[in-house]
């Protein structure tokens, strides 16, 4: 019988630009750790093991196999999912898809990255076609940049709107400890510092990250009891459309697969007015543009409007619809775990376990994923049982 | 952070005990791949001819630069080969500043350079290429641009130099 | 866990080298095939699992390449890396959670566009172990002498094996090599690595497969021929070679026990009446027939000698040839799955067992020297 499950217990590393203490496994079972203890569990107790990260970034094939020590997988079954910078929150879609079908009651969900260990460009650039792409690519900042280019051309966005976005996510990260970048920044000191791709500035991007992050989702019947508020499972939605980046519709800069993926996410879960019923987002934003755009794209408000919301303060916390108070992803990016991030952040936040960043009130939350070809994944938590 | 600091920083992590593996050149990796019926006739029209084909889906007309044997959308294979270009529209556009490692050489990629999404005349994608910066502030969405072959071409996307901007 | 099916199976022919297509090329016709086989039309599929490998590919977030070859444009689509028989569990489990009813599941590598030693290298750990050289028919070796060496296994009962599967390949019209091989030519090729000669070895291969697995209301609504999912389980052992017994398959045995659990099967060798398991290697049909249950510890060359493993006998295990006459690397274990379809709808053509096929066993396998297990258990109702 299929049915619902949900986040019962998070764990973290604090992110760091490199790790050099902790080896590949080392911060993995960090996170592993953490988060047994969190749900005051031991290894014992996991069914399942699903772990992901981008395979380049550390040069190892087989990471499920290789990962035992750290993961905990030894004599479970375990399995590897990757989707590039999608891969967090693909891993979260399938820790819930595990356990929802029955397969599972409990199963653990890991994703890291060990950004230090390579040129994080360079390993981007091997996601992309080597025949049509490659030759010119320039990893996801050349990506990204075009989007902004065209969304500023249509819409006559201005670099201070989207520094206004990263002085948010920044400022926001102060209060996060697991946080990699935990120091604010201004306007002027985003529009200064050096550019890396027309319009994108270093402090527009996000940084490179070592971490780790794990969550267990638990089957009905045993979430209850696993932890005084679980974060439930509401719905998912994944479109992972072109295999070339230059299919990609690039007018307006707007996210296609984000627009898909909310509007599928949005029917299943009976969201008809997102900016009022959600309470908090997660929004995997790897550079403050998105931070624009992308609210439109999720439906928040109108086309061209995302500045507006962002300079009202809508999106800050204390605002009506915070996004990011983790810090987003402008301040922390490993990336094969930052989209397990977002789900474990917002999980904290409908366990009210989220500190000092913690959103008052909680009853519906969203977490993104975004990676690879221009993709989104979405997932909808919830306080209560999902009907 | 500079050389100089780079490896004072290792310094000091070694003495802490800490060490590191470098892995460069026994990490590589040489790879065959193979390009595809399309994507051959693609290649070779750039080689042979200095033309660009694309293909036309039966099914909502839209036409694939460069071809490929699936429409995504229509999940149906396509046939029709269309002759695209050889002028381009820029359809957004990026100057890459920072470098990177090349996957490709495993070397620094020499920058700044410009990055452009070309829509080919006749094609509903776009083409990925290079366009000259020695002057940035002519470069807007929305304008022409005709690719530079080289005289020497190998079947590759490298055939054509860059696009350059058509100053009428 | 509810009932769902195989509905659907489809494969290309397996070669040395498919050098006019790339990888989306070469993986739509096993999906069109998959889809004729079921009898639906891609807007029947509700969501995918494209399986590949980033080494292999050379590009990693290898799924991007095949997405729009799989259906994926404006579906929910995932992944898993690892093989072909895995991504057949995730696409299992989607098709029971309550979201979807049809998953496509695809699996397939170009094994031919890369030195295979330098990828399966990249397997070994990068601190202690990468820099020897080991690569998987290194691995694989040290397994092999391991496993002989504890259970006085000859080369000779491994040479058996090798030639069984390669004359089955015979009759599969989708396997790479087509060889009739004695004993003799197997004993008698070239040594590649102690104890493993050239046709102990399984090829490298280009090769895609893809299934189409339904819930029981779209089996019901679809499936014309259905192979229903009985059992499915895998396990991983542990990963540094020395940290393992690897003359044992501790992890297969787990993952076999808990299949056959799910499946109510408790006499193995009784009840399963034909199997695909994963022999890269030709040591490996031993020890995992071994694993499997169908014999002792110890007896797996035995029994192959026996002719019970072979198409007419009692047990036959691998009548498509398995992997060692044809090995497109990550579509290795969902091959195997198809396979077993076959046999259940009585569809394997000159590969059909001389028995009644009532249930199935297929196994896929992941990492070095057999560290993780996949077993699936279909039958016909």
Redesign the interface.
Known sequence: ???RSAIVATGQTHHRSIR??V?GQEIINEAVTRCLEDGDLTINDIDAVVI?N????????????????GCG????????????GTTGS?LA??G???V????FEKVLVIGWEKNSES?????????????????????A??GL???A??YA?RFGATPKDAARVAVRDRRHACLNPYAHLRKEVTIEEVLAS???????CLLDMCPRTDGACAVVYAAEGLAEKMCPQPAWVHG?????????????D??G?SLFSME?AAQ?LYK?TGIKEPLKEIDVIEMYQPFSWAGLIWTEDMGLCKKGEGPKLVWDGVTDLGGELPINPSGGVVSTNCIGATGLIRAAEVALQIQGKAGERQVPDVNLAIATGF???LWTDMLAYGKNKPE | MSPEEKSSKEQE?QKEG?L?IH?AKE?EQP?L?S?GRY?SRF?EEMQKNKRFVGVRCPKCGKV?V?P?EVC?PCFVKMEEEVEVGPRATL????????P?????TGDL?PVPFG?G?FKIDGSD??????FPIDDESKI??GLKFEPIWREERTG???DIEQFVLVEE | ??KAAIIGIGMTKAAGRVKEA?Y?ELVYPAVVAALEDAGITIEDIDNIVTTS???WD????S???????SG???????????DGA?GA??G????????YGTTLVTAYTKGSESVSPY??N??F???YVRSLGLDMVSGCALQARRYMNRYNVSEEQCAVVSSKNHRNALNNPNAHLQLDLSVEDVMGSRMICEPMKLYDCSPVSDGAVAVVIANEEKTKKFGKKPAWIKGV???????LLGDRDLAEC??LE??AKQAYAAAGISNPRKEIDVAEVYDAFSYQELMWTEGLGFCEKGEGGKLAESGATGKAGDMPVNPSGGLLPSHPVIAGGLIRIAEAVRQIRGEAGDMQVDKDVGTALAHGV???AG??HCVWILGKE
Not at chain 1, 123 to 129: D, E, G, H, P, S
């Open positions: 019988m299929a049915r050099r203490d080896n992901g981008m395979d380049h970034f550390e040069g190892i094939n087989y990471v499920d196999c290789w990962s035992v020590d997988g030894f004599m479970k079954p375990t399995i590897k999912l990757t989707t590039g693909t879609i399938a819930h898809h595990l929802a079908s029955g397969a040129d994080t460009t360079g390993a981007i650039n091997t996601a992309f076609c080597p025949i049509w792409d490659r030759p010119f690519f320039a990893g900042i050349a940049s075009v989007t280019q065209s051309d050096p550019m890396l791709a027309d319009p994108v998912v939605a994944s479109r992972h459309m072109f295999s070339y980046v230059s299919d990609a690039f007018a800069g898909r599928e299943k990676g690879g070809c | 992590l800490l590191t892995s990490a790879f791949y390009v994507g290649l694939y460069p490929r995504g359809d957004t556009f990026t100057i890459i500043r920072f990177y490692i090349d996957p490709e990629r990055y999404f994608t776009l083409f990925q290429h290079y807007k969405i590759s996307v490298r | 866990m509810d790339n989306a490998n980033d080494f050379g590009r990693t977030i799924s991007m390449a095949t997405g729009d070859v994926g444009y404006d579906r929910n689509v995932s992944c898993v890396e690892g895995f569990f995730y299992w489990c989607r098709a029971l959670s309550g979201h990828i399966t990249a397997a750990d990068p601190i389980s895998f396990c991983m052992d542990n990963y501790a992890a787990k993952a992941n990492g070095v560290q993780s």
